[in-house]
């Protein structure tokens, strides 16, 4: 404060009356997001407290989840939410990159525009028809053709066993893919269209071929924003709902094969709250407090990678 | 003496906009050409066509013939990427590749053709360097990023970078705009140098600086080419009326 005082108090005489209620009405509004999070953690600490005090820190690693024993353990949600995440960004960014790319640096200009406000527009979409159409459109393919032909080439790998049923962590993972690509794309489609044209200009003159100046120039000058567009992927794909509660077939177990039926956190919270009680709903909503520390953790970490890539690049080179 | 770029009616296009109109020029080998004229008359665009980096622009198109040493760069057969390779380019902006190292700017053109020796990479790394008067200045801090040096070393940084990949001929597009006349003297001085081994196109808005290092100079205006020629004579005695005008700032 004391640094900035000098500019600062010149140009601001002393305020009487509407700048005044201005200024602390707006501040207010501010500090209601502060009051709102805390609230939240706050209520949600306080209601887990049940379960918190029974299974301690064995929460997080019990793997039994057992309403009728009033056992409760976190341990096969968070394996289900990381697994269906890991396949939706593995699928998803390779894909979403290879969007941006094409939008950015090779579609002709009246394609530019119109397929950018289409990818934009999918992630619109609300999440209960992807859920839907995923049920009857992708779950009949997944199971006839998708799966099967998974089954024969990757069988004897842990990730394929058992009979493909097409609501699993699979299906989840594939359709959570489709949600991220459109995020993904049109932020790291933006850092893309953000790199000078010099940039492009500069490998090209020492000889570099379309493909090569897209990586050389384009794709390390824009890497914090596509890395920030990713991590925005990231964490819709750990926090979605219905769409997943709809296709993972809500099983309460760790299995590591793709083709068995999963829960995710935010999947077992959606289907069980409305009868839970007692212990159970404690222990629901301190797995609603692991969610919320996953989805903080995902979020820090991503701005100190993001920090760290910004270093070498110019104010402009963000996009994000 | 030979002429390395020969331009023959050559015309080029932004959408509709007709910017080169019928030029015919030759730039002689192993000499310093500048190429002077007001803002917008096509100096830039016509430096551009001597590596088809005009063609990359949106709407950009090129008729007409440049041949470089006798061969035509707009034939079918010739691949644009062999011959920027060829006829290297340095940009008015300094341009380093900001998430580079300086050691990656130099060598980041034969990384493209696949050098991966790093003793040679290491020789090409000093040798480029000190030929564009940088060596010195850098010699300790290599690993640094490319834009962590000031505008000057940026912009000699830059003519490293375009000479690492051993180009026949360099274009330099107002090289020294954004520098101050310190940078601008330093770049002065290394033309001079490289001249013995390389072609060299210098457009320029400067006067002072075409008359002080080019060996011809060439007057263009609205897209046209008014007056080729040693630039001694093009300064003191120009055959067009216009030229005279213009160097002498009795313009418009």
Known sequence: MAKRKGLRSRRRPPRFGGDLVFEYSVMGAATLTLALVWLLVVRMVFDSQASIERFGFGFLSGGVWDPNRDVYGALPFIFGTLLTTGIAVLIGVPLSIGIAVYLSELAPPWLRGPLSSVVELLAAVPSVIYGLWAMYTLRPVMVNSVEPFLKSLLGWTPLFQGDPVGLDKFTAGIILAIMIIPTIASVSKEAMMAVPESQREAALSLGATRYETTRMAVLSYARSGIFGACILGLGRAVGETMAVTMTIGNANKISWSLLDPGQTMASLIANNWGEAQGLQLSALIEVGLVLFAVALAVNIFARLMVGRFMKNIPATGGGL | ?252
């Open chain 2, 1 to 252: 003496m030979d002429d390395k770029i020969v331009t023959q009616g050559l015309n080029a296009y932004f959408g509709d906009v007709h910017a080169i109109k019928g030029i015919d020029i030759h730039i002689p080998s192993n000499a310093i050409t500048a190429i002077i004229g007001p803002s917008g008359c096509g100096k830039s665009t016509l430096i551009r066509c001597m590596n088809r980096m005009h063609e990359v622009m949106r709407g950009a198109r090129v008729t007409g013939k440049v041949l470089l040493d006798g061969q035509d760069i707009y034939s079918s057969q010739m691949d644009p990427v062999l011959v920027r390779t060829k006829v290297g380019m340095v940009f008015q902006k300094p341009n380093p590749f900001p998430t580079m190292s300086i050691y990656d700017n130099v060598v980041a053109g034969m990384r493209l053709n696949g050098e991966r020796n790093w003793r040679k990479l290491d020789a090409v790394v000093e040798r480029s360097l000190k030929l564009a008067a940088l060596w010195d200045e850098v010699k300790h801090q290599l690993d640094a990023s490319g834009v962590s040096i000031s505008g000057g070393q940026q912009q000699r940084l830059c003519i490293a970078r375009a000479l690492a990949v051993e180009p026949e001929a360099l274009l330099l597009d107002e090289p020294c705009s954004a520098l101050d006349p310190i940078a601008t003297a330093k770049i002065e001085d290394l033309l001079f140098d490289l001249k013995d081994k390389y072609t060299i196109v210098i457009v320029t808005h400067n006067m002072q600086q075409a008359a002080r290092v080019a060996d011809f100079t060439a007057f263009m205006y609205l897209g046209e080419l008014v007056e080729f020629g040693v630039t001694k004579k093009v300064f003191e005695n120009p055959d067009k009326e216009l030229t005279e005008k213009y160097i002498t700032g009795r313009f418009g």
